[in-house]
């Protein structure tokens, strides 16, 4: 056998698949003898062992990135669990979190999630500032029992 043919690599790809020598000459409509024959080439064997390597290194590379989105995924349940927390609880782990960072997870969640400017009270729209600026006074009110400094009469942060 000088070179291989592509009947040769048709033998090659379903051998590598699994197939035995018996089933692939069926599929190909050859002898088994043949397929035998062609096994005991230098050439055909070297050809063979060639396209295992690739196909196992493919299979490897694959199994590695099924690895890797596996655990993409599972830390990206426990990041939005984690800022699922922040918002809710405001709390990570035993951490007590600003009102500020509890706001601004909630605006990257739903920004991530597709959803944009907030729409709420009386039609008036507020930025991410205003919504910062009303949770900071809250959260200063609450925390000291003082009335905030600088609070704008016309706006509320909405419950």
Known sequence: MKKLTP????????????????????????????????MQNPKFLSELHEVEERALARLTDSEARLDALKIIQDAAGKAAQLCSDAVENGTVGTDAIS???????????????GYKAVEKQQTEIYDIADLIRLAEERYNKERNGAKPVGSRSNLALPE
Not at 11 to 25: C, D, Q, S, T, W
Not at 99 to 111: E, K, N
């Open 7 to 38: 009947r040769h690599r048709e033998a090659i790809r379903r051998l590598v698949a699994g197939e035995n020598n018996v089933e692939v000459a069926e599929e190909m409509g050859i002898s088994p003898q043949t397929v035998s024959n062609w």
């Open 99 to 113: 009102p500020t960072l509890r706001i601004r997870s909630a605006w990257d969640i739903l920004d991530r999630g």
